[in-house]
């Protein structure tokens, strides 16, 4: 007879491992081609903020609602600046999904190991996770090289593998002869 703290008592569910089946043999995208991808990502979310940020401290400026020396710099000093960056890279993954337009120009994209769709959360919370591999020198993104899966600081936070999305050269289709 059972005994009621093991009637009580909850069990693992491992509910994600279907779905990591599911992604077995995708071939990961190599450090380079995300480098690019983030590379690409943040000079487009740079030039979106100055686009934003300048004309609208002008229009602050002239409706009296900042003061006249108030200067906007795009860096990691401001808040605006960082969040900037978090709803770019979060939108962008979630309205992709998984494909920022800097990973979409390099043929990758993120993949959930949990669900179908990357969700809004997992997006956001891949955004936010970039700051946490930025910490102690960047080695969140070195960690890349040392786990087996290529699965960096922010890929686990967030529970999201990067994989290559074009087939390589040789497994493409030829294309037909007319």
């Known amino acids: ?19 990591m089946r599911e992604l077995e043999g995708l071939p990961l995208a190599s450090f380079k081609l995300r480098a690019a991808a983030f590379v690409v990502d943040f000079l487009l979310c740079l030039a979106m903020s100055m686009v ?8 602050g ?4 609602l900042l003061p006249k ?14 969040i900037g960056l978090v709803v ?9 999904n998984g494909r920022t337009l800097g990973k979409r120009l390099m043929g990758i994209r993120i993949v959930s190991l949990v669900h179908e769709r ?3 959360w997992h997006s ?10 930025f910490l102690e020198g960047g080695f969140g993104f070195l960690q890349y090289f040392i786990h087996p899966n290529r699965r960096t600081v922010h890929d686990r936070i967030a529970e999201t593998i990067v ?7 040789n497994e493409r289709q030829p294309d037909p002869v007319v």
């Open 1 to 19: 007879m059972l005994t009621m703290m093991q009637r009580r008592a909850r069990t693992y569910d491992p509910h994600e491992t279907g779905r």
């Open 61 to 64: 400026q002239r409706l009296d």
């Open 124 to 133: 956001f919370e891949r955004a936010l996770g970039y700051g946490a591999s």
């Open 52 to 59: 934003i940020l300048i004309p609208g401290a002008l229009l």
């Open 69 to 82: 020396n108030v200067t906007l710099k795009f860096d990691f000093e401001h808040w605006y600046s960082l």
């Open 163 to 169: 994989v290559q999305d074009r087939k390589p050269r």
């Open 88 to 96: 770019y890279f979060g939108l962008s993954t979630y309205w992709g």
């Open 118 to 120: 990357m969700t809004l």
